[in-house]
C-alpha cells in the first residue's frame, strides 16, 4: 500500500502494530489516529444494533492522511444509524 503513495485509512486491532515485519512496513511513513476508549462496533450486519463491550482497542493506521504522525482523540458515541453502501 505505501508503495501506490495514494492515501488510506484502514481501521484495525491495536495488535496489529506489534511485530518485527510490521514494525519495519509501518515505520515507513505511517500516521497514527489513537482513541482514549475502546470502539464500540455493530452486530450482526446491522446498522441500529451496536455492539459494546469490545475485548480489544483498535486505532487508525494512516497514509497521507493525518497532519502528524500520532494524533490522539477522545472518541465520542455515535448517535445517526450508519448507512449502507
Known amino acids: 500500500m505505501l508503495q501506490s503513495k495514494k492515501p488510506f485509512m ?3 486491532p491495536l ?3 506489534q511485530g518485527k515485519q510490521r ?3 509501518f ?3 505511517v500516521e497514527l489516529l489513537v482513541f482514549d476508549d ?3 462496533y455493530f452486530a450482526n450486519g446491522h446498522t441500529k444494533e451496536v ?3 469490545n475485548s480489544f ?3 487508525y ?3 497521507k492522511v493525518l497532519p502528524e504522525k500520532l494524533i490522539f482523540r477522545k472518541l465520542k458515541p455515535y448517535q445517526e444509524e450508519a448507512q449502507r453502501w
Open 10 to 12: 484502514l481501521l484495525m
Open 15 to 17: 495488535p496489529a502494530l
Open 23 to 25: 514494525f519495519k512496513y
Open 27 to 29: 515505520s515507513k511513513g
Open 38 to 40: 475502546r470502539i464500540s
Open 51 to 53: 455492539q459494546s463491550g
Open 57 to 59: 482497542a483498535s486505532i
Open 61 to 63: 493506521f494512516c497514509h
